[in-house]
């Protein structure tokens, strides 16, 4: 629950508001896992809560997974034995967690490991905010949180908003909004109804190509939402928050990583406050083999014809030009390395195991 659910609860209960204070504290701050744990709660009101149905919930971990670069990825069962993946990434001070969002994803985009298990379910925004929760109790410092994970946050838009909340909150996790980070791969009415939020978490768009050609043939969402529309919905948050937005860029060999695509993405981003993040492919088990796959070659910018679905990833040097030429047009551009590949922990992989 949120504070303002919590309020509403106990004064229903016959207490004082304030006492919401305590519950939500104790939960957030000390990690209990128990009602009768809130000391500074009457015995007799914590047995009326527990009488009322009331508990706090927690997610079980089934398995802690450790790449040699550090990255550590948290297996986590759901009540209804589904599992859900969390990773948390080092960078210097930067300690930030992926959480998912949803148990599996509808969404189908073909360069994600989870996209081929289908959507489950949303997850209770207790089960989102408990992913932090269980990870700092094991001892990691969390800075950043990112809705990153399984699922696609804005399909599960008001238990996402709630986490959001929760996390933020002073009487909480206390993380600073510009640190929390809401990814989507597009839905246009959750980027409309962010916009309007009287909370401003960070924005970022898998966006992964400059043309609605080649993004329909590898996001299936594209063909809902094409890129005008989508490009409406950001200007709309924009005049609405004032917020940079993010663009998250996955190069994939031969599809979308020459220097033609770079300029029109270019061309694309032009008008708008934002910065542009460049991931390099990770392949996974279950994804399509390159070498066994058929191939057209020459496949040109805007031309989807021949768009394989063996896919690899841009070398070194391809992401690197691609980079240098965003730059030059004055675009904040980031490569974010390949981190967690050993566990499955890499961009597109949660789910692959």
Not at 33 to 49: C, M, N, V, Y
């Amino acid at each position: 629950m949120t504070i303002a659910r919590l309020e509403r609860l106990v004064v229903e209960l016959g207490q004082k508001k304030y006492i919401a204070g305590y519950i939500f504290s104790f939960i957030h701050t000390r990690g209990v896992r128990d009602i009768s744990e809130i000391t500074t709660l009457s015995k007799a009101f914590r047995g009326q809560l527990a009488e009322a149905g009331y508990y706090i919930s927690t997610l079980k971990v089934a398995e802690k997974l450790t790449d040699p670069d550090g990255t550590i990825k948290y297996v986590f069962n759901l009540s209804d034995e589904k599992r859900v993946e969390a990773v948390l990434l080092f960078d210097d001070d930067r300690r930030t967690l992926c959480v998912s969002t949803q148990a599996g994803c509808a969404m189908g985009c073909l360069f994600c490991a989870t996209g081929k298990l289908g959507l489950a379910r949303n997850l209770t925004a207790g089960e989102i905010v408990d992913q932090v929760n269980h990870v700092v109790s094991d001892g990691g410092r969390v800075s950043n949180v990112v809705f990153m994970g399984m699922g696609e946050p804005l399909a599960n838009y008001e238990a996402v908003l709630d986490a959001v909340r929760i996390l933020n909150h002073p009487s909480g996790r206390k993380i600073g909004i510009r640190h929390l980070t809401i990814s989507t791969c597009g839905l246009v009415p959750g980027i409309e109804r962010l916009a309007d939020e009287d909370i401003q978490p960070r924005l970022a768009i898998s966006l992964n190509a400059p043309t609605d050609a080649i993004r329909r043939r590898i996001m299936p969402i594209a063909a809902k939402y094409p890129l005008d529309r989508l490009m409406q919905a950001i200007e709309f948050y924009q005049q609405n928050t004032r917020n940079r937005v993010t663009f998250e860029y996955v190069l994939i060999k031969g599809i979308n990583d020459t220097v033609t695509h770079a300029k029109m993405l270019i061309k694309l981003l032009r008008p708008f406050m934002c910065n542009v993040n460049l991931i390099e492919y990770n392949p996974h088990p279950g994804c399509p083999d390159p070498e066994k796959s058929e191939r057209f070659p020459g496949l040109s910018p805007g031309n989807s014809k021949g768009i394989s679905q063996g896919f690899s990833a841009s070398g070194r040097e391809a992401i690197e030009r691609f980079a240098q030429v965003l730059k030059d047009a004055g675009i904040e551009t980031t490569l974010r390395l390949k981190m967690g590949q050993s566990i499955k922990a890499a961009c597109g992989q949660l789910g692959a195991r």
